[in-house]
């Protein structure tokens, strides 16, 4: 067993954090649930729950994470093997992290690295169309919503624009006409090397990196995370080639230069958030690979 009690919550106060925390994130997952239910899908916001395969039932729930002694009636919390007893009730066992030590080192190296880089601000959103580059309209991945520009025009802003990609996962669904284009070329290996804290898919991943290392992270700082990558899908697919004006999303027509200094502002905007996200997250998890590490 490896815990390292810093705080102590009672009941009362534990409760009092679960009910905000599912008040919170309701009006996030309603919407899932109802689509689920009718057999439908959302080009923007399903992409939190279908990329980053977390269920509803994983966001809603409350924990505290690592650090905090739960009081009171904590038997469901004991049931989880990630919860070890305490003299006074419950608390977060980092023991049942040692399996994961690989990728927690893997995590707090890609999160150190990344904030002590600039912001590189020049993609322009340029990934999504990457993805459909050189395709027809039968074989782009998001079929139920049409393009805003011709294939031919599509390719034209692309070659114009440039492909300036650090991300491993959003070049790695780049169409093959499309990924000799790009400046650099990403690996998994490599990431470390690559991520910096203007990329949007970047900064989503704050919130998989949450998720990764549940139930340790607490909620809440789960949840700023996961508000953060909805705003930077929106901005993401705002800027994609796609006409979503139906599902009430204006197009920033980052095929202009007017609509890639909006783009710019508003990254700039998400990677100003995201540097207070990232620090926490690492304040987070660098006391779990000490405590798996004395252990």
Same mark, same amino acid.
């Given at each position: 067993?490896?815990?390292?009690?810093? &705080?102590?919550?009672?009941?009362?106060? #534990? *409760?009092?954090?679960?009910?905000?925390?599912?008040?919170?994130?309701?009006?996030?997952?309603?919407?899932?649930? =109802?689509?689920?239910?009718?057999?439908?899908?959302?080009?923007?916001? =399903?992409? @939190?729950?279908? /990329?980053?395969?977390?269920?509803?039932?994983? $966001?809603?729930? #409350?924990?505290?994470?690592?650090?905090?002694? @739960?009081?009171?009636?904590? &038997?469901?919390?004991?049931?989880?093997?990630?919860?070890?007893?305490?003299?006074?009730?419950?608390?977060?066992?980092?023991?049942? !992290?040692?399996?994961?030590?690989?990728?927690?080192?893997?995590?707090?190296? $890609?999160?150190?690295?990344?904030?002590? *880089?600039?912001?590189?601000?020049?993609?322009?959103?340029?990934?999504? #169309?990457?993805?459909?580059?050189?395709?027809?309209?039968?074989?782009?991945?998001?079929?139920?919503?049409?393009?805003?520009?011709?294939?031919?025009?599509?390719?034209?802003?692309?070659?114009?624009?440039?492909?300036?990609?650090?991300?491993?996962?959003?070049? %790695?669904?780049?169409?093959?006409?499309?990924?000799?284009?790009?400046?650099?070329?990403?690996?998994?290996?490599?990431?470390?090397?690559?991520?910096?804290?203007?990329?949007?898919?970047?900064?989503?991943?704050?919130?998989?990196?949450?998720? #990764?290392?549940?139930?340790?992270?607490?909620?809440?700082?789960?949840?700023?995370?996961?508000?953060?990558?909805?705003?930077? %899908? &929106?901005? =993401?697919?705002?800027?994609?080639?796609? =006409? @979503?004006?139906? !599902?009430?999303?204006?197009? $920033?027509?980052?095929?202009?230069?007017?609509? %890639?200094?909006? /783009?710019?502002?508003?990254?700039?905007?998400?990677? *100003?958030?995201?540097?207070?996200?990232?620090?926490? !997250?690492?304040?987070?998890?660098?006391? @779990?690979?000490?405590?798996?590490?004395?252990?």
């Amino acid at each position: 067993m490896s815990t390292d009690v810093l &705080e102590t919550f009672t009941e009362e106060e #534990w *409760r009092a954090r679960a009910q905000a925390h599912q008040a919170r994130v309701e009006p996030w997952v309603a919407p899932r649930r =109802d689509r689920r239910s009718r057999g439908q899908s959302h080009p923007v916001d =399903d992409f @939190l729950f279908d /990329y980053y395969p977390y269920s509803v039932g994983r $966001i809603t729930s #409350w924990h505290p994470g690592y650090g905090i002694e @739960l009081q009171g009636n904590v &038997e469901d919390f004991a049931a989880n093997p990630a919860y070890c007893r305490t003299t006074r009730g419950v608390t977060a066992n980092s023991a049942a !992290l040692d399996r994961q030590r690989a990728r927690l080192e893997a995590t707090i190296r $890609i999160l150190q690295t990344t904030a002590t *880089r600039e912001a590189n601000t020049g993609c322009f959103g340029m990934h999504e #169309w990457a993805m459909v580059y050189a395709q027809g309209a039968d074989e782009v991945r998001h079929r139920t919503h049409p393009l805003r520009l011709s294939r031919e025009q599509v390719m034209d802003v692309v070659k114009g624009v440039g492909l300036r990609c650090t991300h491993f996962d959003a070049f %790695r669904f780049f169409t093959s006409e499309a990924a000799p284009l790009n400046a650099v070329t990403p690996t998994r290996a490599r990431q470390a090397e690559f991520e910096q804290p203007g990329c949007l898919h970047a900064n989503m991943d704050l919130y998989k990196y949450a998720q #990764w290392f549940h139930p340790f992270v607490s909620s809440e700082l789960t949840a700023d995370c996961f508000a953060l990558a909805r705003q930077a %899908r &929106e901005l =993401d697919m705002r800027a994609a080639p796609y =006409d @979503l004006q139906d !599902l009430g999303y204006v197009p $920033i027509r980052v095929e202009t230069l007017e609509g %890639r200094h909006d /783009y710019a502002r508003q990254q700039a905007e998400i990677t *100003r958030q995201s540097r207070d996200l990232r620090e926490r !997250l690492l304040t987070s998890l660098r006391p @779990l690979l000490s405590s798996i590490s004395a252990s």
